[in-house]
């Protein structure tokens, strides 16, 4: 069955660790985003891409960086952990450009991390 | 540029009360308009979606019609459920510029039902 599958779901790390969030979908769709969700459930789009080799910042700054070397895999990368850093983290993806924007997002079910 | 706007909660009701979170919308262009669903721990899930005004999405006893002539996308269900406890989240789906279509999320409202 086509999915999105985000791991881990939970990660409680120390500050000043490296650590990378995994995001892959077998849908083949071309576009993907990293979504940072605050306690007040607010969403902030923080990196999106269009295709491999292609990222983009969203409109919420982060010190996370990511990477599309395949178009099922967008991985995010925290390369030191801090407490600020702690808060849910969803991948999403949607269909090529000429589909239009009929078609929404499909999540994953989000990773919670806890930097201490 | 796009933006949703949609009620703000907590919203608490008893079982089987009627149930409206309003959403409205600025967008250029023709948007699509979507209900996410986010139960406890979860991720989002596609409630229900309109593609055009007038059109009427429905979904699990959810519906919201795209009024073009209000800008509008209201979340209705006649009877919620202890089960429908969850955020809501409206959002839209527009011309980004150049050829590009972004996803436009409201802040969620959060629904909880008592038995």
């Known amino acids: 069955e086509a999915d999105i599958y985000q791991t881990p779901r939970y990660l409680v790390i120390g500050t000043g660790k490296k650590i990378t969030l995994e995001c892959s979908q077998t849908?083949?769709?071309?576009?993907m985003y990293w979504y940072q969700q605050d306690p007040g459930m607010e969403l902030h789009l923080i990196h999106y891409s269009y295709g491999v080799n292609s990222t983009e910042k969203g409109d919420l700054s982060s010190e996370s960086t990511v990477s599309r070397i395949r178009t099922e895999h967008f991985p995010l990368t925290l390369e030191s952990a801090r407490p600020s850093h702690t808060s849910q983290y969803l991948c999403?993806?949607?269909?090529?450009?000429?589909?239009?924007?009929?078609?929404?997002?499909?999540f994953g079910s989000g990773t919670r991390l806890t930097v201490v | 540029g796009n933006s949703v706007t949609q009620m703000e909660g907590p919203v608490t009701l008893s079982e089987e009360a009627f149930l409206t979170i309003n959403c409205t919308y600025t967008a250029t262009g023709y948007p699509s308009l979507f209900w996410y669903v986010q139960y406890p721990g979860e991720g989002l899930q596609l409630l229900l979606k309109a593609t055009k005004a007038d059109d009427k999405g429905s979904n699990k006893g959810f519906e919201a019609t795209y009024r073009k002539e209000t800008t509008s996308f209201h979340l209705e269900k006649g009877s919620v459920q202890v089960s429908d406890s969850a955020v809501y989240f409206c959002?839209?789906?527009?011309?980004?510029?150049?050829?590009?279509?972004?996803?436009?999320f409201g802040k969620g409202t959060l629904l909880t039902v008592n038995p």
């Open positions: 849908m083949g769709h071309d576009k």
């Open positions: 959002a839209l789906r527009a011309m980004m510029g150049g050829s590009n279509y972004k996803l436009t």
């Open positions: 999403a993806s949607s269909p090529v450009l000429s589909q239009g924007p009929n078609y929404g997002y499909t």
